[in-house]
């Protein structure tokens, strides 16, 4: 846009007005304009002759014409100047400053009536104080803006080996010098938010944890086969990701403990340890504490182990002098409630190749033997084992899965919930009838199975060496349409599909096997919604996250991989 050629007179103008519109001139030709009135239209005339003539006696071939001067513009004088000041060319930067912005406007003379001050300071104040509105002015109401990612959604409880030396296997990665961390899952691109670590040796391998089922708390155990295990419980700060110590530790009561599974009723705890194998059962208090221990129950009858616990071979390995080893004592991997009334706990114990049946009085804390059956089909000829790990059971069909973790299968297992309902009958009936408790084992040790197994399908591709592969953990999808388990070797999740119309309900066909994106996927835990999988890839010190179909059960990865020192377990807390 060409400048005007008016020549505006500044005597008298205050500052103030020059600065405050340096960035539109037109401004402040508009103000200066009505504070001149009719002196300056004279002066405009006057001016606007004499610029015309002097850029004609310029000789400039660029600025011989009157288009020319109105492209260049007039230049801007203060009253007391006169045209023999202007330079050649008619421009007058060398001694009035050209820009608004220019701090030499602060200079040029006042001269002003005081009607035009007063009305040009209340418009525009001088006063540094005066110009800062008040920060009470600027409250914003909250729900205007949606909050950070990291301030909604899932808490992710991850936690990590500390100390490789008293563990029965051996991870590969690095010990970790904070034992638990927590993130914040966004689940709108399944990124995590590191939000909160506990403090150094705080904790000793913590290797389970259990979620409250109604309240605000987690609770963990720590793992060791030289040391009794801890039950540690913990709050969690939604808004925060904060983990502190709820009420003081409890001893497990055994070594390596490794599982923790919590009545309906919110009144009992059961947990396992591996590794001398007993399940114990301890009070929970209405407000979460931990309290004691109520009963014990001890599959060697109090026989003494033949492994040392100073040494012994490394349970990562799969072959067979590991295997010897492994599968010469019992070994409780897991304890799970019957989903029909909770009284019979179901033992998958990888040393024996069985699923023990105990019955579980929960007002006395007590566990009696009712029972086993084998956690799958051995092959003739062959001295490999089967090793039941974990189980679950479908929560709308009466289906268990087992995952074997030394053959790399999945044993489906048929549930008879009318067998189950029979053992806790008798078991009252006994009760009210003043039995002697000898008498009343002797009537549930003769109890029938309450599962029958269906199917025995493998979690590896057919030509990968079994002996390279131990499985993990096995679940089952929040829509309940896949069994998902873990893959430690193969590096893997084996999905597969569950089919509601099969012959009986709940058979499984494979629906893909998906790499981890690390070594050893020790554990894996879905979101609420089932789209989200983050695994623990335990020797590679990564925590990655995968997208999964909920139609199709294909994992595919989301870019998303965070540093975590040996993590072993993830814990996802939806109370945020």
């Not at 992710?156 to 100390?163: H, I, M, P």
């Amino acid at each position: 846009m060409a400048a005007s050629n008016t020549i505006l007179d500044l005597d008298g103008v205050n500052p103030s007005i020059l600065l405050s519109t340096a960035v539109n001139p037109d401004g402040v030709r508009r103000i200066l304009m009505d504070q001149q009135k009719g002196d300056l239209a004279s002066l405009v005339a006057g001016r606007k002759m004499a610029t015309v003539q002097d850029l004609e006696d310029d000789g400039d071939s660029e600025s011989s014409s009157p288009r020319a001067a109105r492209q260049h513009g007039p230049p801007i004088l203060p009253s007391s100047s006169t045209e023999s000041d202007l330079p050649v060319g008619g421009r007058s930067d060398a001694k009035v400053p050209f820009s608004l912005s220019d701090p030499a406007f602060s200079h040029l003379p006042l001269k002003t009536d005081g009607a035009a001050r007063a009305a040009a300071d209340e418009a525009f104040p001088v006063n540094v104080e005066r110009t800062q509105t008040p920060l009470a002015k600027f409250k914003l109401d909250p729900c205007a803006y949606p909050p950070p990612p990291h301030k909604y959604g899932p808490v992710v409880l991850v936690s990590c080996y500390t100390d490789f030396s008293d563990l029965a296997h051996g991870p590969r990665g690095t010990e970790a010098a904070r034992a638990m961390r927590s993130y914040r899952l966004n689940i709108s691109d399944g990124t995590l938010t590191l939000l909160s670590l506990v403090g150094e040796k705080v904790m000793h391998n913590p290797a389970f944890t259990r979620r409250h089922p109604s309240l605000p708390i987690v609770y963990t155990c720590t793992e060791s086969v030289k040391k009794e295990g801890q039950i540690i419980s913990l709050k969690v700060e939604g808004s925060t990701g904060a983990l502190d110590e709820h009420c003081a530790r409890v001893g497990a009561g055994g070594t390596s403990t490794c599982y923790l599974t919590i009545h309906p009723k919110g009144r009992r705890m059961l947990l396992v340890n591996y590794w001398d194998s007993t399940i114990n059962t301890l009070e929970l208090e209405a407000d979460g504490t931990v309290g004691r221990v109520l009963a014990s129950y001890d599959p060697k009858l109090g026989k003494p182990m033949k492994a040392s616990s100073d040494e012994h071979v490394n349970h990562s390995r799969n072959d067979d002098e590991a295997q010897a080893e492994r599968q010469g004592d019992p070994h409780a991997h897991a304890v799970v409630l019957d989903p029909a009334s909770g009284c019979i706990a179901y033992v998958p114990d990888l040393g024996m190749d069985v699923i023990r049946q105990l019955y579980f009085d929960e007002a006395s804390g007590t566990l009696s033997p009712c029972g086993e059956v084998a956690s799958g089909i051995k092959v003739k000829g062959s001295r490999r084992g089967l090793g039941p790990r974990y189980m679950q059971f479908h929560p709308s069909l009466n289906m268990a899965y087992v995952v074997n973790e030394l053959s790399s299968e999945i044993a489906v297992f048929e549930f008879h919930p009318a067998f189950a309902a029979n053992i806790a009958m008798c078991a009252t009936v006994a009760d009210k009838q003043g039995t002697a408790p000898t008498d009343k084992q002797a009537v549930l040790a003769r109890a029938a199975p309450t599962l029958s197994l269906a199917q025995s399908i493998s979690t590896l591709p057919e030509a990968y060496p079994r002996e390279l592969n131990t499985c993990g953990r096995v679940t089952i999808h929040p829509t309940g349409d896949f069994v998902v388990t873990s893959n430690r070797g193969h590096d893997s999740v084996a999905v597969h599909r569950i089919h509601k119309d099969s012959t009986p309900p709940g058979l499984l066909t494979l629906a893909g096997i998906f790499h981890t994106r690390g070594e050893t996927p020790r554990h894996f835990q879905f979101d609420k919604t089932g789209q989200w999988l983050l695994v623990a890839n335990q020797d590679s010190n990564t925590v990655a996250v995968f997208g999964f179909n909920c139609s199709t059960g294909a994992v595919t990865y989301s870019g998303n991989t965070y540093p975590c020192q040996s993590p072993n377990f993830v814990c996802v807390w939806d109370g945020a």
